[in-house]
């Protein structure tokens, strides 16, 4: 599955963006798909993923959303009450497994990623 992100850009803290991803490809729907971020100087870290089942970083955990809507071969990420230490390049990931895993290894597919900048 080839994937595309969009949405990112610069945002006030406090302030709210929506990511979203594209996938290709007939598999979608039997996919796990994620977002991971990485912040300048840091390794990449999983910030949500979806199946049936959903799994957020706690840093997220009741300020992003992820979904995904299968007809439309979409994953979102609803991103509220940004904090700048939210900013990074968020990357869409898509994987086989059967629930979301929160490690890169779970994931064979990955977006070109999309730069999110939070101000203070």
């Known amino acids: 599955v080839q994937l595309q992100a969009f949405g990112g850009g610069l945002v006030q803290a406090g302030g709210s963006l929506t990511l979203s991803c594209a996938a290709s490809?007939?598999?979608?729907?039997?996919?796990?798909m994620a977002w991971f971020r990485q912040a300048p100087g840091k390794e990449r870290e999983f910030v949500a993923g979806?199946?049936?089942?959903?799994v957020y970083a706690d840093s997220v955990k009741g300020r992003f959303t992820i979904s995904r809507d299968n007809d439309e071969n979409t994953v979102t990420l609803q991103m509220d009450s940004l904090k700048p230490q939210d900013t990074g390049v968020y990357y869409c990931?898509?994987?086989?497994?059967?629930?979301?895993?929160?490690?890169?290894?779970?994931?064979?597919?990955w977006g070109q990623g999309t730069q999110v900048t939070v101000s203070s």
């Open positions: 990931a898509a994987g086989p497994s059967r629930t979301p895993g929160t490690e890169e290894r779970w994931y064979d597919s």
């Open positions: 490809g007939r598999t979608f729907s039997r996919r796990a």
């Open positions: 979806i199946r049936w089942n959903t």
